[in-house]
């Protein structure tokens, strides 16, 4: 295990897919498949507010990520989940350029079709290429990692197996090119040198799987040239 | 599914699709008179269908199918349970089917789509009520037995639509059944209460006397398979396997859904201006033929 481990941590994480234009209903979507985690994210708009909403100057996002009732190893209820919707909505909204699209919404749905491990980042990191494949304005792709503290050990990019025995999570949502962060959460126990490390760790990955995200957009848009 | 002009000036193209959006039945009308559809095809031919196996690695048995830009995955999950009093052979299935918001801009979260209950239902009883005629049926509920009156197999079927053009439960029964054909038991024992437990995958080599009940990894046997076909009325056309934007425009369906042995198991025509005559009927179920 540990073997296996240490050879994980030198090539990072699981093997990372992207692909674009998994949904044709939608402006935009993508399709993002790191090791068992599979999931597809649309997104539709800019288009009308709903009529309760109060007039705004800029534009708003709308987040919902759900999971389907086969996607934990135990058949669940495939209901929406709020707490990673609302994390969504923050990891996203500081890269999207709102005022590109005033008094309208952009809503990014994600469905979580396999859970895998580490399924809030992979949401979020395919969420910003769906958003790009849509022609949403971004001051950057959101690239995001997480990293699972197993007594000693950091484990970066997590599976199922490695979150349910860990002390402590972090995770980093950053735009790799200009090195900002839009998200940081932690939970569990940390001690503040195990923290930087992990900070470190994760903005390397995410510059990593930015530059992949990056190159899947650019694939996609060479294809379509043809 | 891209403009169907690839004319070289571009205003002329703009004038094309903004016709398109503003009169879209006259726009297909004007096809249906070249008998051909706005996405290249003659009024009879179904889009390309593709079907993909095992897409699902912690379900029992799952596809994905695709008709044209409509797709649908399917998973199934089996689960030990014990029959009921009134039949203690039988297993029994739950289909469910899902239209996440994913799938279409019409469907918003937590408001369920219209058409999700209506196809929902039409596929359980596609599946079903085979089941209850026993000599037709496309799964014998007996099959799903594991001991008489004591434990059976719960079939949990869930489909989910990915991304919806038309033709929703045509895409979503061929991926129902596929899903079935790609069905595996998994492996149970007896544990030492008597009472018949799923064995992972892991502990199956197991020394502590724990025999597997069912030793090879048995498939399920389908008796009959059914195919459905969806056609739309308009006048005197029919248009096979609709598009969503002709679906919305051409409101008049008819689905027809045939064995493989070309037996009539359902047919549906959900309202709609158009009247189906006998002939577009007996035209419906021919084209469902030539496509079988």
Redesign the interface.
């Known amino acids: 295990m540990a073997d296996l481990r240490l050879l994980r941590m030198r090539c990072y994480w699981r093997l990372a897919v992207f692909r674009t234009g998994?949904?044709?209903?939608?402006s935009g979507?993508a399709y993002a498949e790191i090791g068992?985690t599979k999931v597809?994210?649309?997104v539709?708009g800019p288009?009308e507010s709903k009529k309760a909403m109060m007039y705004s100057d800029i534009g708003r996002l709308n987040c919902?990520v759900?999971y389907?009732?086969?996607?934990?190893?135990v058949?669940g209820q495939?209901s929406?989940n709020k707490e990673f919707s609302s994390m969504l909505h923050k990891a996203l909204e500081g890269a999207i350029i709102l005022d590109s699209f005033p008094k309208t919404t952009v809503?990014v749905?994600?469905?979580v079709?396999?859970s895998g491990g580490s399924d809030l980042p992979v949401v979020i990191s395919c969420a910003s290429v769906a958003l790009a494949d849509a022609g949403i304005m971004m001051y950057d792709l959101v690239a995001s990692v997480s990293v699972s503290c197993l007594g000693k050990n950091l484990v970066i990019d997590p599976v199922l197996e490695e979150e349910s025995y860990q002390d402590g999570s972090l995770m980093i949502s950053s735009m790799p090119s200009r090195d900002e962060v839009t998200q940081l959460t932690i939970t569990g126990e940390w001690s503040t040198a195990k923290i930087h490390e992990a900070m470190m760790l994760c903005l390397d990955a995410c510059s990593k799987l930015g530059k992949i995200m990056r190159s899947c957009l650019k694939e996609a848009a060479l294809a379509s040239q043809e | 599914?891209g403009p169907m002009n690839d004319s070289s000036d571009l205003s002329s193209e703009m004038e094309v699709d903004a016709f398109r959006r503003l009169f879209p039945l006259r726009f297909h009308e004007r096809h249906l008179l070249e008998s051909i559809r706005p996405d290249g095809r003659p009024l009879g031919r179904a889009r390309d269908t593709t079907l993909a196996f095992g897409a699902?690695?912690?379900?029992d048995g799952?596809a994905l199918a695709k008709i044209g830009?409509t797709?649908m995955?399917a998973?199934i999950?089996m689960?030990v349970m014990t029959p009921t009093v009134e039949s203690p052979n039988e297993g029994c299935i739950a289909v469910?089917f899902?239209m996440?918001?994913?799938?279409?801009?019409t469907v918003?979260?937590?408001r369920p789509a219209e058409v999700a209950p209506v196809v929902s239902k039409q596929l359980s009883d596609t599946i079903l009520r085979q089941v209850v005629m026993t000599f037709s049926g496309m799964i014998d509920l007996k099959d799903l037995s594991l001991v008489n009156g004591k434990a059976a197999w719960m079939a949990?079927l869930?489909i989910?639509c990915?991304?919806?053009?038309g033709a929703l439960f045509d895409t979503a029964l061929l991926s129902a059944v596929a899903a079935f054909c790609h069905l595996k038991f998994p492996m149970v024992s007896l544990n030492d209460d008597g009472r018949v437990v799923v064995v992972s995958g892991e502990s199956k080599g197991g020394k502590s006397g724990k025999e597997a009940v069912n030793k090879e990894q048995r498939k399920l046997n389908l008796i009959s398979i059914p195919f459905s076909l969806t056609c739309t009325l308009h006048n005197n056309y029919i248009l096979a396997d609709p598009t969503?934007e002709e679906e919305s425009i051409m409101e008049t369906l008819v689905t027809v859904v045939l064995d493989s042995s070309l037996q009539l198991v359902s047919f549906y025509k959900p309202g709609g201006p158009v009247l189906a005559f006998t002939s577009a009927v007996m035209v419906s179920s021919d084209l469902q033929k030539a496509i079988i």
């Open positions: 998994a949904v044709n209903a939608a979507s068992d597809i994210v649309s539709f288009r919902n759900s389907t009732t086969f996607a934990t190893p058949r495939g929406d809503d749905f994600a469905l079709l396999e | 599914m699902v690695a912690s379900a799952s830009c797709t995955l998973a999950k689960e469910e899902h996440p918001p994913i799938c279409s801009p918003r979260p937590g949990y869930d989910y990915l991304d919806a053009d969503a």
